[in-house]
């Protein structure tokens, strides 16, 4: 897994999918700001690098979860889509995707494609972990569906919020991913992709992201 995280940083970085920026910071969805961002959605994008972070993803799966313990791969809406496509693919195995609610037509569906059947093995898919909060949503629409959701793959988890491993646990999962922002800060400080100010400043965030935002406010843009 060491290679595998610091290959994918790596290639999250020379995509310019994960972004530094100390003296102006990014402001999150939340109104938080943050010295880092991430945007997964990017990498679809660039083939080759995609391609990949896939046959990592590949390899950890059969290796972790196995392949006899994946019926179904699930995206979530939407960032999880792709992914899932990418993934239903090479591990030959059919896709499904779930809404965040019915669509509200039709057959009023939350999940789209078809389910042969109950108490069959899903993964679900999405591209990113924070608090990992958002995935309830999709667990349990597939657990009502009648299948077994015990596994959760993203390309990218933070890391660095305690809430995450306590989400994962309550919802009953496992979580596989290619890397953290351990992991990228780790490779930009041996490969120099930032300054010396930059990167400390990162670092600081990372071990306090709350105590950072309450005392970088004022940096963000207007």
């Given at each position: 897994m060491t290679i595998i995280s610091e290959a994918t940083a790596k290639i999250l970085l020379d995509t310019e999918s994960v972004l530094f920026n100390s003296k102006?910071?990014?402001?999150?969805?939340s109104g938080?700001?943050?010295?880092v961002y991430v945007d997964i959605r990017r990498l679809i994008s660039f083939p080759a690098e995609r391609a990949m972070l896939m046959r990592f993803a590949t390899d950890i799966l059969k290796e972790q979860v196995g392949a006899d313990s994946m019926d179904y791969v699930a995206g979530g809406e939407t960032a999880g889509i792709p992914y899932a496509a990418f993934l239903a693919e090479r591990l030959e195995k059919p896709m499904l995707y779930v809404r965040k609610k019915p669509k509200g037509f039709?057959?009023?569906?939350?999940?789209?494609?078809?389910?042969?059947?109950?108490?069959k093995k899903v993964l679900l898919v999405e591209d990113l972990?924070?608090?990992?909060?958002?995935k309830k949503v999709f667990i349990n629409a597939l657990r009502e569906a009648g299948t077994i959701v015990e596994h959760a793959f993203v390309v990218f988890h933070y890391g660095i919020m305690p809430a995450?491993?306590?989400?994962?646990?309550?919802?009953?999962?496992?979580l596989h991913a290619l890397a953290t922002w351990w992991d990228v800060l780790n490779?930009?400080?041996?490969?120099?992709?930032?300054d010396q100010?930059?990167?400390?400043?990162?670092?600081?965030?990372?071990?306090?992201?709350?105590?950072?935002?309450?005392?970088?406010?004022?940096?963000?843009?207007?």
């Open positions: 102006e910071p990014f402001v999150l969805t938080r700001v943050s010295p039709g057959r009023m569906a939350q999940i789209e494609g078809h389910i042969e059947g109950e108490g972990q924070t608090d990992g909060g958002s995450s491993e306590e989400n994962n646990k309550a919802m009953g999962i496992q490779v930009a400080k041996d490969l120099g992709y930032f100010e930059t990167l400390t400043e990162v670092d600081a965030f990372l071990n306090d992201p709350d105590g950072w935002a309450a005392k970088n406010a004022h940096r963000a843009k207007a």
